[in-house]
């Protein structure tokens, strides 16, 4: 079945760099994108940019400057990589899948990641 | 980028009363999805394409609307539908989700 779990660091220090790792199974990444959506605590879901399954990045503008998102097909997984955090970046990182007519059909656990020093 | 503005941000309901949470959106948006988030869990797919439940989804809910405007209905309300109800649309990019409706049981 399909699955997704992210994982990474659980503290950053402000200024560095985030690197998640979302390691699919059940499917192919050549055939279904993958999107990486974060919710700081407490609050609501935000979009952060997808893998297309032909290899296609999009982000989200308010991120963009920031944020990479790249995969290994071959490990079956997608990274995400995020510079200059702060501490408004400390939220429950989620990578999610579609199925179906659902564009977020399947969701990892996700993953804190707080930023302090 | 599309706005999607949920009304009400909290409500309480009792067992058995309907509720129905508004979602709004800054421009029109071919449908809408839902998702329902309980406390330590991620998201659920819960409503897709505007109205089609997705799996598991009690048939008590349903979702309707086009256009800017949307909604989410319970018919009769019970103790397990107490969660958190986001609206998201993919119309245009970025996906954008509104800001959450949380449902409480009175």
């Known amino acids: 079945q399909v699955q997704l779990k992210e994982s990474g660091p659980g503290l950053v220090q402000p200024s560095q760099t985030l690197s998640l790792t979302c390691t699919v199974s059940?499917?192919?990444?050549?055939?279904?994108?993958v999107h990486w959506v974060r919710q700081p605590p407490g609050k609501g879901l935000e979009w952060m940019g997808r893998?297309?399954?032909?290899?296609?990045?999009y982000y989200n503008s308010a991120l963009k400057s920031r944020l990479s998102i790249s995969r290994d097909t071959s490990k079956s997984q997608v990274f995400l990589k995020m510079n200059s955090l702060q501490t408004e970046d400390t939220a429950i990182y989620y990578c999610?899948?579609?199925?179906?007519?659902?564009?977020?059909?399947?969701w990892g656990q996700g993953t804190l990641v707080t930023v302090s020093s | 980028e599309i706005v999607l503005t949920q009304s009400p941000t909290t409500i309480a309901a009792s067992p058995g009363e309907k509720v129905t949470i508004t979602c709004r959106a800054s421009?029109?948006?071919?449908?809408m999805y839902w998702y329902q988030q309980k406390p330590g869990a991620s998201p659920k797919p819960w409503i897709y394409?505007?109205?089609k439940l997705a799996s598991g989804v009690p048939n008590r809910f349903s979702g309707s609307g086009s256009g800017t405007s949307y909604s989410l209905t319970i018919n009769t309300m019970e103790t397990e539908d107490a969660a958190t109800y986001y609206c998201?649309?993919?119309?245009?990019?970025?996906?954008?989700f509104g800001s959450g409706t949380k449902l409480e049981i009175k």
């Open positions: 421009s029109s948006v071919s449908y």
């Open positions: 893998m297309k399954y032909d290899g296609d990045t």
């Open positions: 999610t899948t579609r199925g179906g007519y659902n564009p977020f059909a399947y």
């Open positions: 059940g499917f192919s990444l050549m055939d279904y994108s």
């Open positions: 394409d505007t109205s």
């Open positions: 998201q649309q993919w119309s245009s990019t970025p996906l954008t």
